[in-house]
């Protein structure tokens, strides 16, 4: 496996977003963590953990695995009540963050700024998109990362690769054609191994999920099947 821009991030990769369903927060959450790095650990894939924001210190303090915000605010610490920052993020420990996902977008102008100080903090970014032209738009900002995803299949029980393969392909083709160092992910609907296992051979370099594990009745399970799909 390479190793992905100034953090240890490693290609092939799986990240698991716990967004904020009740399953995955919480004890709940620690114990999911927990079991994405026996995984991690017991088979050598690259998992990563974005957990909910007020799960994020302990989780980043208790397991050996990259732990990732969901979303940070364009603002700086200090007199900024209620908002979420890269730099109290570091201090948290997490090692990179998710930004402008489908369910919390920002702006343009945000994206930049945030890519811009997360490198100068030493935290990676993965920034969502939609489609094609979006996903080149963000790499060409110099994320570590863009995850592409069909809002309309978030959630649901058809992959984006079975769904929409074209989607991940043209969006791989695209950000290779200009920036080949941005790792792309896709995700929406993502279940198990051949959800992973397609998304690789459309030329990704993982997957973006939560539902598929964080609602499932066994997760070591289902985490095992989506580690098996990256070889
Ligand atoms: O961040 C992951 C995501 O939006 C996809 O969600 O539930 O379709 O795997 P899900």
Redesign the pocket.
Known sequence: MKELGHVSLKRPVIVV?F?TYLESSGKEALALAKLCEAVAHETGASIIVAPPLPDLALIASSVNIPVYAQHADDVRPGNTTGHVTLENFRASGASGT?LN???RRIKVAEIHDLIGLARSLHLATIV?TNNPGVSVACAAMGPDAV?V?PPE????DISVTTANPGIVSDTVRAIRSVRPEVAVLC????KGRADVSKALELGSDGV?????V?KAKDKRAVLMDLVAGLR
């Open positions: 977003n967004k998710l996902h489908s369910e969502c995850a995803e299949l978030i959630g649901g995700g929406a609907g993502v973006l999920l939560a539902s598929g964080v």
